[in-house]
């Protein structure tokens, strides 16, 4: 069973930045493709940005060339670093890790974006 827990949420205000860890447990982490997401309020929950296993990265057209998406395998850890942030960022974020046979998800940061 892999944990996964989000960190970083917050309230900032427009054009400022944060970053959002999610901290995976278990040994699988190196060997897992793992994604952010995110839900609007009111909306569906929409895909932002992943990484594999060799560290290729993809984002969804709405945060490409704001938001980055990295791993260290050494902590278990993948981060969403999202700059210049706008209201319409404003979501839980959530963390996915899939496997070969498993697909966990975290339980979600909130981030606001309002001034």
């Known amino acids: 069973q892999v944990q996964l827990v989000e960190s970083g949420g917050g309230l900032v205000q427009p ?4 970053r959002l860890s999610c901290a995976a447990s278990g040994s699988i982490f190196s060997r897992s493709f793992m994604t ?10 929409e895909w932002v940005a992943a990484i594999s296993t060799d560290s290729s990265t993809a984002y969804a057209d709405s945060v490409k060339g704001r938001f980055t998406i990295s791993r260290d395998n050494a902590k278990n850890t993948v981060y969403l670093q999202m700059n210049n942030l706008k209201p319409e960022d404003t979501a839980v974020y959530y963390c996915r890790s899939q496997g070969s046979s498993n697909d ?3 339980q979600g940061t909130q981030v606001t974006v309002s001034s």
């Open 15 to 18: 054009g400022e930045s944060l």
């Open 36 to 45: 952010w997401y995110r839900q609007p309020p009111g909306k569906q929950r």
């Open 104 to 106: 966990y998800w975290g």
